[in-house]
Each structure stands twice: as C-alpha cells, then as structure tokens.
C-alpha cells in the first residue's frame, strides 16, 4: 500500500513486519561459515564448559605424549650413562685439579657482576675484567721491527740462502738476457750489422754561375720586412740596394705600417739581424716603395739591365714566401713587357706597371724580394701572381728592374715621383680590324687635348710600342721623360691619324 507523507508525497513501504501502522525491518540472518574440524578439536571449548571458562570440578584432559625416540637417535645423541647436568654445581674457589676452571660464582664473587648469579641488578661502568696481580702495565710505542728476510719468509730463510737465490736469478736473468738477443738476430735475417754504404769520396761540385753560387751571393741582400701594430700584421720582402741602409720593396708592403700609427716595421736579414726600419718614399701607381734601416756595411744588391732580358732566359726569385725565408725558386722568363693592373691599396689608385712574367714559384710573402738572372743581377722586383688557388699556379709578374731603379732612385733623392702623362681617360676595345685604348674623356689643358686628341679616338700606337689596352697605354706613356715629345698613332672615324704629343706630369 502506499502512504503519503506530511509534506504531500507518497511514499511506498518495504517488506518487513507490519504492525499494523508501521512495517518494522526483520533482522539479518546470521552466516555462519564451516568450521575445520581439527581447529575445532584444538580451540574449541571442551566437553562439558559451557561459558569462557571451565570450572575447576571439570577435569583437565589428558595431555597424549609424543612417542619414544628410536634406539638409533637415543644411541647417536642421547647421554652415554653421564648423571652430570648442563650446568655443574656450585665448587669451592680454590680446585683441587689445575686443569678444572673455577665456577664464576666461588667463594669470592668476580668483579663482572654478570657473571655473578647472586649479585644484585645495578647499572655501573662498563664490564672491565680483574688484571692479573703481578703483570706490569704495558704502554703504548713502536714495536719491533722486522728486517727484509723476517718481512718476505717470516724468519724461516737464513741470509746464506738468501743470498745464493739472488745469486741463481741474476744468473738466471742473464741468461734469459742472451738467449733473447741470439733469438733475436736470428729471427731477423734481413739485417746485417756488418753492412757499411759507400759514400762518394769528393763533394759536389758547385762551378761558378750555378743556382747555388748565385744563392749564396744575393741572399744576403734580400731581407724580411715585418709590421706589427694593433689592428695590422704582415710579412713581405726587400731588397737592399745601398750601402746606407736602403731597402726597395713594394708599396703594398708596407702601405698598412704607414697608414697605422701603431705598426711597428722593421727588417730581417739572413743572419737574424732584425733593425728598425723607416719609409722613405712609396709610390702607389707604381707599386714600388723605398725604406731604410740603420745597419753598417750591409750587403748591396747590383741592378741589372732588364732590357737584355730574352724569353726563355733563366731567373731566380728570392724572398720570403708564406713567411718562410731565404727561400729559392727558379724558373724562366715566360714573357716580357706584360702590362699588369691590380686594385689600389685600400681604395688607392690603381697599379699598372709593366711586368716581367715568370715561373718561378712566387707566393704571399715574395712581394718586394728580387728576381735575378743567371749573373745574379737584381733584374726585377717580385710583386704579383695570376691564380685561382690563392697559391703559385707559374704566372708571377715582377716589376722590370730598369723602371724600379729610376723610381726608387727618385725615391731616395726626393722622397716622391712624379710620372709622365697625356692627361687622358680610356677604355680598352677590339674591333675586327683593330684593338687600342679608346678615349673616353679629354680634360682641357692636359697634353692630349693640347695635341688635338679628340673623345672616340682609338689610340694604337705610341712612339715605337703597340698599344693593344688601356694598361699598354699607361706603361707606354710612363716609360717616357715629362716634358718628351712622343708621336702617338690613332683611329679617327675610319682613318688613321698621328699626331705629336708632348707629356706633361701627372
């Protein structure tokens, strides 16, 4: 049936006992789980003991004895006909047998109280045994010390003995020793000790005008030329040419020492003289440049006439390559009067000199040193290479010696040069027909436009060279006196036109 509640809700009652106005909850069966029947002869209560505990009329049950031992185990750990227990009795101190220890017990107590079943249970220091009377106090020190035989075989080896199983090792060690070396050289029978290599009784013979004469005669007048400052370092060459101390070397040597206050520069000679040097002149156009250094009776390099000069003529560069120096290198002349241009330092004008081509090796570090011919004549100064690697491919140029002797003799009077020129700015072309340096631009007072030289003029020829570029131009109008009058061959609209022109300074 259903019941509603107080508050209006309905409520359903559950099964239980019903009273008649409320159904009452019957209580939860009891579960009782099985029950083993030897825990139950164990721990249950026994016949007769109805509540927790028996009543003392209630006999105890008989306890069931475990069955006798075997006669083997009684035989093996039982006591062989001894009545003395596990604990002997209480004995007098003072044993009449020596060899029977005395009870601990006897009739003075010990001073362990543990030992000691009837003392009483206090808390005192730790247990300390009784010392024995008589015996003296022993304190602390080094004990004996033991020598070598006692140390290896504990006293059971007399020195004799000792000494004679040294005597047997050494022998035995020399042996072993001999046998090995004789081992040795026997198992080797490609050797043989007695061999002595001959040798050529008279040195090599060095005649006059060899490579090595020639070396050892210019090396000493070719020095190293350092510059240390703090942002600039670097290493090159230079040839000494007078007798006060006068190095020729390039300009883009020591450019980055005279531009750096801080650059320190000096020069190196065979011999490990290091003296400090001082530029004299430089002349950027050129790429030349004249330093000197305070030195007494220093060995002077000659020039030679560059102008003798063939193709295929030998020659010798020395220098300092890649900062290795007093090297030797030697090589022929590839070719003659090769216009070379090369970028100005740090944004200088550009380098344009006629060059002298050669393979002999010429790397970093070669700039400035000298190029010799087989009389050991400075022929020329060492300055560029051509290459892709960074390193001697056999294309190096050198500045043609008669040039650099004019130029640093100018250097070393005046401190700076000045050059010829025609006052004229021009680019190379190639036609079918012809090839020279064409005018771009003629600046009016120069000596180009005093000579009638016009813009679109293709100069071919100037005095008795062949002007093929703008480069062949320049070294062809450098070779020349200022103030030289030079006739000069051009193209005009299809003509050809020569007209005289007289140089003036650049």
Same mark, same amino acid.
């Given at each position: 049936?259903?019941?509603?509640?107080?508050?209006?809700?309905?409520?359903?009652?559950?099964?239980?006992?019903?009273?008649?106005?409320?159904?009452r909850l019957r209580p939860r069966p009891l579960v009782q789980p099985p029950v083993d029947p030897a825990h139950a002869t164990a721990f249950g209560r026994p016949a007769g003991v109805a509540g927790a505990f028996a009543s003392r009329d209630v006999p105890a049950p008989q306890l069931q004895t475990a069955p006798p031992p075997p006669e083997s185990l009684v035989t093996a750990f039982g006591r062989q006909g001894s009545s003395e227990l596990l604990q002997r009795p209480p004995q007098p101190t003072s044993s009449p047998d020596p060899d029977i220890d005395p009870v601990f017990w006897g009739d003075k107590p010990a001073g362990d109280p543990w030992r000691d079943p009837a003392s009483g249970a206090v808390i005192g220091p730790p247990a300390v045994?009784?010392?024995?009377?008589?015996?003296p106090e022993r304190k602390p020190g080094p004990g004996p010390q033991l020598s070598?035989?006692?140390?290896?075989?504990?006293?059971?080896?007399k020195p004799a003995a000792l000494a004679l199983l040294l005597t047997v090792a050494l022998v035995l060690g020399a042996v072993g020793g001999l046998v090995g070396w004789l081992i040795g050289r026997a198992g080797n029978p490609l050797t043989d000790s007695t061999v002595t290599l001959a040798e050529v009784a008279e040195g090599k013979e060095r005649p006059a005008?060899?490579?090595s004469d020639i070396a050892k005669r210019v090396t000493p007048s070719v020095v190293s030329i350092e510059f240390k400052g703090a942002n600039v370092a670097g290493v090159g060459s230079g040839v000494v040419i007078d007798g006060g101390g006068y190095?020729?070397?390039?300009?883009?040597?020591?450019?980055?020492a005279a531009q750096d206050t801080s650059a320190k520069l000096s020069a190196i000679f065979t011999d490990g003289t290091r003296a400090q040097a001082r530029v004299v002149g430089r002349d950027p156009k050129t790429d030349l440049a004249v330093i000197k250094v305070e030195v007494t009776n220093p060995t002077v390099l000659q020039f030679g006439n560059s102008d003798e000069l063939q193709v295929g003529d030998s020659v010798i560069a020395i220098g300092s390559p890649l900062q290795l120096s007093n090297t030797v290198?030697?090589?022929?002349?590839?070719?003659?009067?090769?216009?070379?241009?090369?970028?100005?330092?740090?944004?200088?004008?550009?380098?344009?000199?006629d060059a002298i081509q050669t393979d002999a090796a010429i790397n970093p570090g070669n700039s400035g040193g000298a190029l010799v011919d087989s009389r050991g004549a400075l022929?020329?100064?060492?300055?560029?290479?051509?290459?892709?690697?960074?390193?001697?491919?056999?294309?190096?140029f050198a500045i043609s010696g008669n040039q650099a002797r004019k130029i640093s003799q100018e250097l070393i009077r005046n401190g700076s040069v000045k050059h010829a020129d025609m006052n004229?700015?021009?680019?190379?072309?190639?036609?079918?027909?012809?090839?020279?340096?064409?005018?771009?631009?003629?600046?009016?007072?120069?000596?180009?436009?005093?000579?009638?030289?016009?813009?679109?003029?293709?100069?071919?020829?100037?005095?008795?060279?062949?002007?093929?570029?703008?480069? @062949?131009?320049?070294?062809?109008?450098?070779?020349? @006196?200022?103030?030289?009058?030079?006739?000069?061959?051009?193209?005009?609209q299809g003509r050809e036109l020569k007209l005289d022109v007289t140089l003036k300074s650049d």
């Open positions: 049936m259903s019941q509603q509640s107080p508050n209006g809700q309905t409520s359903t009652p559950v099964s239980g006992v019903d009273d008649g106005a409320h159904r045994g009784e010392e024995p009377p008589g015996e070598v035989p006692e140390l290896l075989f504990g006293r059971r080896v005008g060899s490579i190095v020729l070397t390039n300009d883009h040597v020591v450019a980055p290198t030697e090589g022929i002349v590839s070719a003659l009067h090769r216009p070379v241009t090369a970028a100005g330092e740090n944004g200088g004008p550009q380098v344009t000199y022929v020329g100064i060492n300055s560029s290479i051509r290459t892709e690697t960074g390193g001697s491919v056999g294309l190096g004229v700015n021009v680019k190379s072309v190639s036609a079918e027909t012809s090839e020279g340096a064409q005018v771009q631009n003629v600046p009016a007072g120069g000596a180009a436009a005093a000579a009638g030289i016009q813009e679109g003029d293709v100069i071919t020829k100037v005095g008795d060279r062949v002007v093929r570029n703008a480069a @062949e131009l320049v070294v062809a109008v450098r070779e020349r @006196e200022i103030g030289e009058t030079v006739q000069v061959v051009l193209a005009r």
